[in-house]
């Protein structure tokens, strides 16, 4: 067969090798550049997809940036709505029932508790605690419902060899997003779920503390603030009405004399 080819091929004229060659080049021109153009079609939708890709990647930061922000504005306005309800009721309630001031300064650590949320399962333990004059500890006054019954007025906190007790003596706001690399909680506090705390001191009365099992933002630090000047006021209006009623009723026992 092969020398019957070659045979064939021996008899053809020149100008036929001269065509083949040609047609043969031109058929790989061809499928070269069809080929070219698969590939470059191939790499534009490649690229047309990445950049789609992109885009839609672009979008859902975008929308979640957005569910964020209009999440924190709606905080906000819950924050101010409340506060403003405390306000209120700071102007109008008589604080010198020393159960009244209790249930007012509940309110605010219980709210507080609900309102430093800006996400969907956040857990946080909200505590306010007071100095006691006769020694170098800190009491549970009031505390949100994360904290058991049984520690109310009966858990404490060294002034000196606590977190809370720190912010007290400084009267400075702590933040601090792991609380077990600071010498000052193996001292005081069991080990817990909660690794987040923000102290913050109520003038010269106590802290408030704020517990998170995840980092909190510098909002709920602010938001913190705001409570913690409201319990001030509350405590003050509560001395002051007592300070009050002690002047009066010394100035009626005069009086009598």
Sequence with gaps: MSDLLKVLLDKQPNWFFTISSLLLIAILVIIAIWVYKGAKNYATSVNKENRLIELLEERNVLQREKDKQAGINEQIAVVLENSSNFINSLNNYNLSDTSNMNQGVQTVIESLATDIKSVVGEKHRCGCWLVDPNTDYLTLFNGSSAFPSEQIM???????????????????????????????????DNPSSYSSLICIPIGTWGVITIDGKQNMSHNTVLIGKLYASIIEGYMNKFFYNEVTNIVTSEAAYSNED
């Excluded at 060294?158 to 007290?168: F, L, V």
Aim: hydrophobic share 25%; glycine share 2%.
């Design 154 to 188: 009966q858990k404490k906190l060294s002034i000196n060899h606590s977190i809370a007790g720190r912010s007290y003596r400084k009267k400075e706001t702590i933040h601090i997003d792991n609380v077990n690399n600071d010498p000052d909680w193996s001292l005081t």
